[in-house]
Nanobody
Framework: QVQLVESGGGSVQAGGSLRLSCAASGFAAYGFYCMAWLRQVPGKEREGVAASGSNGGTVYVDAVKGRFAISRDNAKNALYLQMNSLKPEDTGMYYC???????????????????WGQGTQVTVSS
């Protein structure tokens, strides 16, 4: 059974850092999956934050470039998101998501993914 479990969320002040982790289980050939972090705030659509492809490539939404870093450990079936210089607008529920495909141009769309974690809350205060 495929499962994604996020951890590492919390409350920090603006300028602080957090590191999110996603533990994946039940995947066959985890390395072939596009893995991503998406976030959602109440009243808004879920949006892509960053993705890590099977070829090692990474992609980010413009708002987090230079501040966030996505990484993966295929040996551990794990995905990470290092978030630095956090801003109040980074507040939201962060979800780990997966799809067995190239990340491509659809990486930021929630409909692209077919596996989801339960989410971990990140709150950044000013």
């Amino acid at each position: 059974q495929v499962q994604l479990v996020e951890s590492g969320g919390g409350s920090v002040q603006a300028g602080g850092s957090l590191r999110l982790s996603c533990a994946a289980s039940g995947f066959a050939a985890y390395g072939f999956y596009c893995m991503a972090w998406l976030r959602q705030v109440p009243g808004k659509e879920r949006e892509g934050v960053a993705a890590s492809g099977s070829n090692g490539g990474t992609v980010y939404v413009d708002a987090v470039k230079g501040r966030f870093a996505i990484s993966r450990d295929n040996a551990k079936n794990a995905l990470y998101l290092q978030m630095n210089s956090l801003k109040p607008e980074d507040t939201g529920m962060y979800y780990c998501a997966a799809v067995r495909a190239w990340c491509g141009g659809s990486w930021s769309r929630p409909s692209f993914y077919n596996y989801w974690g339960q989410g971990t809350q990140v709150t950044v205060s000013s």
